[in-house]
């Protein structure tokens, strides 16, 4: 199991082949690259020339050892774009598929991808069941095409109303089971975010949903603290996650995916730079704990 870092954290800062290098020094061993920048028009990779770009980063990380094995598509696009039919056609679609091909360019194994999810989840469980199935079957070939696998996220909403959070789209392991196993593809995964788990109200824990999905559902990880309200994004232990539950539960479905973090740049953002290498030794080293804990708990040979 690979430690992997959302590179993020250091691409603001950094050019790629410096983050890279640096998440390398401080003990990661993988990337989670960001396409998230996608809903902009402007962005290099939707221009003519993205696959030479996506070649030149994926030679970055083989000169410097450090490989791709995550990217996220983008999600942060308007109502208007998901409920209009020809803006999603036009624009929603095709950089869902740019997503899918730069990530097998990449080398990515998995390239997460939100369901859909804007719009009223309460209430509307079964029409946008329906909508995520044809939207998640229109794009299973391209993944089959690009060797990339869809990773499907367990969400949450807001309730404005009330000012607390509550449940969306594969909030619960039942739900999420059932986009998975509808799905019923090679060419799909269940990408577990623990502390989207943790922000609905439910008695169910992360360690509960990663028993619930098991081995052979459950394929990539988005790992995070949080303090059970908000969506923090925290280094594991500043928030209240239960991590030796968690990494007990990773251990005893042998779980063969990677250890990607979704953190924050709490070490890095707003200091100076000599202090950079030394906050990404330290969320290295809480993770290589954590890995070090689902391994302790595999099922003997």
Not at 64 to 73: E, F, K, L, N, W
Not at 199 to 208: G, R
Not at 237 to 262: C, H, N, Q, R, S
């Amino acid at each position: 199991m690979k430690l992997s870092l959302n590179m993020g954290n250091i691409t603001c800062c950094y050019d790629f082949e410096k983050s890279l290098t640096m998440a390398r020094d401080a003990g990661f061993e993988a990337g989670d690259y960001s396409l998230m920048d996608l809903v902009e028009d402007d962005q290099p990779f939707l221009g003519e020339n993205y696959r030479a770009l996506a070649e030149q980063e994926r030679a970055i990380c083989d000169r410097v050892g450090i490989p791709v094995t995550q990217t996220h598509a983008p999600f942060t696009f308007t109502a208007k774009q998901w409920d209009d039919p020809n803006t999603y056609r036009d624009v929603v679609l095709p950089r869902m598929i740019r997503s899918l091909e730069v990530s097998g360019i990449l080398g990515a194994e998995v390239c997460v991808i939100h369901p859909i999810h804007h719009s009223v989840y309460r209430g509307h469980e079964e029409e946008l069941f329906e909508r995520n199935m044809d939207f998640y079957r229109t794009l299973i070939p391209y993944a089959k095409e690009f060797g990339v696998k869809i990773g499907v996220e367990n969400m949450f909403q807001h309730d404005g109303l009330r000012g607390h959070i509550i449940a969306d789209t594969c909030s619960t392991s039942a739900e999420f089971i059932r986009y998975i196993d509808t799905l019923n593809s090679d060419s799909v995964t269940a990408c577990l975010d623990v502390g989207h788990v943790a922000l609905p109200m439910s008695d169910e824990t992360a360690a509960d949903v990663i028993r619930a999905l098991g081995h052979d559902r459950l394929g990539a990880l988005h790992i995070h603290d949080n303090d059970f309200k908000r969506d923090r994004h925290d280094l594991p232990y500043l928030g209240k996650l239960d991590w030796p539950a968690i990494t007990k539960a990773l251990g005893e479905i042998d779980y063969k995916g990677d250890f990607t973090y979704e953190v924050n740049g709490v070490f890095l953002f707003d200091r100076e730079e000599s202090f950079h290498p030394v906050g990404l030794k330290v969320m290295a080293d809480v993770g290589h704990y954590l890995v070090s804990q689902v391994e302790k708990n595999r099922p003997a040979k």
